[in-house]
């Protein structure tokens, strides 16, 4: 039987060998989410979706609702576009600046 201490110890051991990696050097990884282009994509299908349905969709019964939405939405997918292409223009010249011709 394995005495319970022994065991902590041990595991309190293995944390602190020099070979066990505490996560700082590696790089994150990144999700299909933290892409700038994601919030303006999915903004913008919601803002078609509202116009489709406010004005080409006979069959909704909550007309006035989608073309309020629609005139409304419309701003937001404009304004984080906007932003996404900055976020990106940004990123694009740190890079070129850390590279040696």
């Known amino acids: 039987m394995i005495d319970p201490d022994q065991e902590q110890q041990r595991l309190a051991d ?4 020099p070979d066990a990696s505490d996560g700082a050097d590696e790089e994150e990884t990144s999700s299909p989410f ?40 419309w701003s937001s997918p404009l304004y984080f576009t906007i932003q996404s292409i900055r976020e990106v223009r940004a990123r694009d010249r740190e890079s070129d600046g850390d590279r040696v011709d």
């Open 14 to 17: 293995s944390a602190r060998a």
């Open 34 to 73: 933290d892409h700038p282009a994601f919030l303006p994509v999915l903004l913008w299908g919601l803002a078609v979706w509202f116009g489709f349905d406010g004005w080409f969709n006979p069959k909704i019964e909550a007309v006035m609702f989608n073309r309020y939405g629609f005139g409304s939405w």
